[in-house]
């Protein structure tokens, strides 16, 4: 069944250290997006990408970056976490004229 | 400046009754507006979508309308069950350009439906 995957569910890990959140879908579609959620606030997108090597910053600035070297994989990499950073991050596919599917999102803990 | 506003508290009712949650928006003209239904500790999951010509959209106990003078949708869930008890986030979708599939979100209504 098509879907879309991220892991970890859950990370804590102390001020400083390099992280990736990894997004992997089996849908094949050419968007993909990361948005970051705080408890009872929006969603914010901070990334997206349409297609291979094609990576854009959102709405939100973050200091996290992305990559798309395949298209069923889109990882954020943050190279020095901070407790800034605690949030939930959750990635997302379109195909075209549809709707986004989520995955069910990283919850991150920066200590 | 550019709001996306839902119902400002949470929203409790009784099964069986109808629900209906509120998304208000300025300064933006979406060609799109959908609907999302978010558990706790889950990702959002697509529920409705409405196009900026289209008044009203009904998907078995769900109905939206959006009207576009008043800037307005609202999402009716009717004869409603404890299993709809989620949040329910409005987003807006611009379709234009190189916005085409950017979604901007409302906080969301949570919504308790009691026996």
């Known amino acids: 069944e098509a879907d879309i995957y991220q892991t970890p569910r859950y990370l804590v890990i102390g001020t400083g250290k390099k992280i990736t959140l990894e997004c992997s879908q089996t849908m094949g579609h050419d968007k993909m997006y990361w948005y970051q959620q705080d408890p009872g606030m929006e969603l914010h997108l901070i990334h997206y990408?349409?297609?291979?090597?094609?990576?854009e910053k959102g709405d939100l600035s973050s200091e996290s970056t992305v990559s798309r070297i395949r298209t069923e994989h889109f990882p954020l990499t943050l190279e020095s976490a901070r407790p800034s950073h605690t949030s939930q991050y959750l990635c997302a596919t379109a195909g075209f004229g549809s709707p986004l599917h989520f995955g069910n999102g990283t919850r991150l803990t920066v200590t | 400046s550019q709001k996306i506003e839902q119902n400002s508290e949470a929203l409790n009712i009784q099964e069986g009754k109808t629900a209906t949650l509120t998304c208000n928006y300025t300064?933006?003209?979406?060609?799109?507006l959908q609907w999302y239904r978010q558990d706790p500790g889950r990702g959002p999951v697509f529920l409705l979508l409405i196009r900026e010509n289209e008044k009203e959209k009904r998907k078995e106990r769900l109905k939206v309308t959006f009207d576009t003078t008043l800037k307005q949708s609202l999402f009716h869930i009717t004869a409603s069950q404890p299993a709809d008890s989620a949040t329910y986030l409005c987003?807006?979708?611009?379709?234009?350009?190189?916005?085409?599939?950017?979604?901007?979100f409302g906080r969301g209504t949570q919504l308790t439906v009691w026996p």
């Open positions: 990408s349409y297609g291979v090597n094609s990576t």
């Open positions: 300064n933006y003209s979406p060609a799109y």
């Open positions: 987003a807006l979708d611009l379709g234009r350009g190189s916005t085409l599939g950017r979604l901007y």
